[in-house]
Nanobody
Framework: QVQLVESGGGLVQPGGSLRLSCAASGSIFSINAMGWYRQAPGKQRELVAAITSGGSTNYADSVKGRFTISRDNAKNTVYLQMNSLKPEDTAVYYC??????????????????????WGQGTQVTVSS
């Protein structure tokens, strides 16, 4: 069973920085895409940044130039470096992992893809 565990959230003043980490555990051969989403009170969950196993990245316009996503494939871990934080960045940040190659057993062992796993979320609050 794949699990995602996030860490690194907290309270920071405007203009400050935080680094989020998300580690995937379980029997994993590879993870295609990993990303960060956020959900502010009263708003829909939105993509913040995503990265493929090959290193291609995608960012929301609101965080371009301030946030950097990276990953360590050997550790199945994704990071989000957040700089120049603004009050509007306040939200619960969720880690996502998609298209995960895992071993499964039926009558014998075989490889299978699993999709769309989420972490429990970590609160980021930007306030003076």
């Amino acid at each position: 069973q794949v699990q995602l565990v996030e860490s690194g959230g907290g309270l920071v003043q405007p203009g400050g920085s935080l680094r989020l980490s998300c580690a995937a555990s379980g029997s994993i051969f590879s993870i295609n895409a990993m990303g960060w989403y956020r959900q502010a009170p009263g708003k829909q969950r939105e993509l913040v940044a995503a990265i493929t196993s090959g290193g291609s990245t995608n960012y929301a316009d609101s965080v371009k130039g301030r946030f950097t996503i990276s990953r360590d494939n050997a550790k199945n871990t994704v990071y989000l470096q957040m700089n120049s934080l603004k009050p509007e960045d306040t939200a619960v940040y969720y880690c996502n992992a998609d298209k995960i190659l895992v071993p499964k057993y039926g009558s014998s062992w075989y490889d299978s893809y699993e999709y769309d796993y989420w972490g429990q979320g970590t609160q980021v609050t930007v306030s003076s």
